[in-house]
């Protein structure tokens, strides 16, 4: 489940030890921890640049280790997590069903493929026109619907739009894309059900760039929104401010009273600060 080397190795360095273990990895991911008596900074930013998770150096506490493999565990079973979702992702994309539609220019009426009521299950009947399909999309939705067809219609352009349809529990989301056929002048085009698609991105998003304990955004969102931030500034003659706030003796509240521990005052921390106006 994880790998302890270290750096000095008889027949390999940790370094090319772990870039070897990451060329054979496609549908796991194993967290890594090298442990080494070099504390500059040039060894730590190689040992992560070859793809270790964690850093630890000589001698060894082996109390804040044990700490240390456990955050390294939590944080690989949350990436497994993401690479399932995102496979669940690729087989939705694969076994996605399409149903077809058609719109006659001159008299609006629609006709569809015989399986359409599969994807509209929280209807009780197709839409016969291109008036009444409207009346199956959200109202925010319709207008801009409308736009697009009547743009289609003028330069003959493939679309693609998603919209919105009202049912009881929940707004499904369609994926509609079509073309004008000039020369019959009719609307050809397909309509999928992304729902389920659109929330495992969403649900995907959420652990890739959020702290699972806290809900917090992570180490990566925050460097991609100060990386935006900083662009803008420059474009702007702006500047940009950090705050940082430090727990004191947090690690050793870890050590003395475990992980559990550390993760409640961490989520209580946040929620005063959530209440807070800052």
Do not use: C
């Not at 003395?256 to 209580?268: H, M, N, Q, S």
Request: zero cysteines; a negative charge.
């Amino acid at each position: 489940d994880l790998v302890l080397m270290d750096v000095n190795m008889p027949v390999m360095n940790g370094y090319d030890a772990i870039r070897m273990i990451k060329t054979h990895e496609s549908n796991r991911v194993t967290p890594i921890i090298m442990l080494t008596a070099d504390d500059e900074l040039s060894a730590i930013e190689q040992a992560f640049e070859a793809g270790a998770n964690d850093f630890f150096p000589k001698p060894i506490n082996f109390p804040l280790l044990h700490q240390r493999i456990r955050y390294a565990l939590r944080d690989a079973e949350r990436e497994q997590e993401l690479m399932r979702i995102t496979g669940l992702q690729e087989t939705a994309r694969i076994l996605a069903g399409l149903a077809f539609w058609e719109v006659d220019i001159h008299s609006q009426k629609m006709r569809w493929s015989d399986d359409a009521m599969n994807i509209f299950h929280w209807i009780d009947v197709l839409p016969d026109s291109f008036e009444m399909g409207l009346q199956i999309i959200h109202p925010d939705d319709r207008q801009r619907m409308i736009h697009t067809f009547s743009d289609a219609e003028k330069t003959g352009a493939k679309f693609e739009v998603e919209v919105r349809s009202p049912a009881q529990i929940q707004d499904y989301i369609l994926k509609i894309v079509g073309q004008l056929n000039q020369t019959q002048d009719f609307f050809v085009g397909a309509v999928q059900d992304v729902t389920s698609q659109r929330r495992l991105e969403q649900q995907a998003n959420y652990l890739a760039f959020h702290d699972v304990t806290t809900g917090l955004p992570n180490r990566k969102l925050f460097l991609r929104d100060l990386h935006e931030s900083l662009e803008s500034a420059v474009a702007n003659n702006t500047q940009v401010v950090v705050g940082i706030i430090e727990l004191l003796r947090f690690q050793q509240i870890t050590e003395t009273y475990g992980i559990e521990v550390a993760d409640e005052l961490l989520i209580k921390v946040v929620s005063q600060l959530r209440n807070q106006k800052l």
